[in-house]
Nanobody, 124 residues
């Protein structure tokens, strides 16, 4: 059974940093494209960052480019999202997602497996 478990969310002041983690189990992690999505109250889920299953390409939403860094540790089956210079508009529930042999694209429909999310709240 595939499980994705996010952690690391919390309350932070604007300008601060947080590091999210996503621990994966039940899958061959190195064969999966991974991504982070987020959903703010009253808004649709949106793409944050994604990585090709080979690790050779990484994609970011324009809204986080230059502030967020996405990485993966295949030995630990873990995905990370380092979030710096946080803004109140980054407040959302953050999800990790997995797609076998995927491209890491921004399309939510690409991803078969999803975690339950971790809440990030940024105060001004």
């Amino acid at each position: 059974q595939v499980q994705l478990v996010e952690s690391g969310g919390g309350l932070m002041q604007a300008g601060g940093s947080l590091r999210l983690s996503c621990a994966a189990s039940g899958l061959t992690f190195s064969r999966y494209a991974m991504a982070w999505f987020r959903q703010a109250p009253g808004k649709e889920r949106e793409f944050v960052a994604g990585i090709h299953w080979t690790g050779e390409a990484t994609y970011y939403a324009d809204s986080v480019k230059g502030r967020f860094t996405f990485s993966r540790d295949n030995a630990q089956n873990t995905l990370y999202l380092q979030m710096n210079s946080l803004k109140p508009e980054d407040t959302a529930l953050y999800y990790c997602a997995a797609s076998a042999w995927g491209s890491g694209s921004s399309l939510a429909s690409e991803y078969k497996y999803w975690g339950q999310g971790t809440q990030v709240t940024v105060s001004s």
